[in-house]
């Protein structure tokens, strides 16, 4: 498992941006799968968007084209850049990461993987 730490969340208004950040200190995550899934109130966590150790990227289809997912992985971190943001984009965002060697889960699955940030919260108001 890697150390995590979600930053950067707050509170923006409709079609608003926000950058999250995602920091492993003392650890690195370079032959790490990592990605970034929100919460929200009363609903079951989901996937965002997901990015390989080669920088391939994968995002869910309500938020393609309104995020950018990128990781440095000399510097060892994870942003997320959102854009237009809606209200119904608020909720509790988590990085995660998953060993990339042998994965064979899903990659949008939450049970795919090991390794979870204490979560950074997103509101956005109308």
């Known amino acids: 498992q890697v150390q995590l730490v979600d930053s950067g969340g707050g509170s923006v208004q409709a079609g608003g941006s926000l950058r999250l950040s995602c920091a492993a200190p003392g650890d690195t995550y370079t032959d790490y799968l990592m990605a970034w899934f929100r919460q929200a109130p009363g609903k079951a966590r989901e996937a965002v968007a997901i990015?390989?150790?080669?920088?391939?990227?994968q995002y869910t289809p309500s938020m393609k084209g309104r995020v950018t997912i990128s990781r440095d992985n000399a510097r060892n971190t994870l942003d997320l850049q959102m854009n237009s943001l809606k209200p119904e984009d608020t909720a509790m965002y988590y990085c995660?990461?998953?060993?990339?060697?042998?994965?064979?889960?899903?990659?949008?699955?939450?049970?795919?993987?090991?390794?979870w940030g204490q979560g950074t919260q997103v509101t956005v108001s109308s």
């Open positions: 990015i390989t150790p080669y920088a391939t990227q």
């Open positions: 995660a990461a998953a060993p990339w060697r042998g994965f064979g889960g899903s990659l949008f699955a939450q049970s795919s993987y090991t390794s």
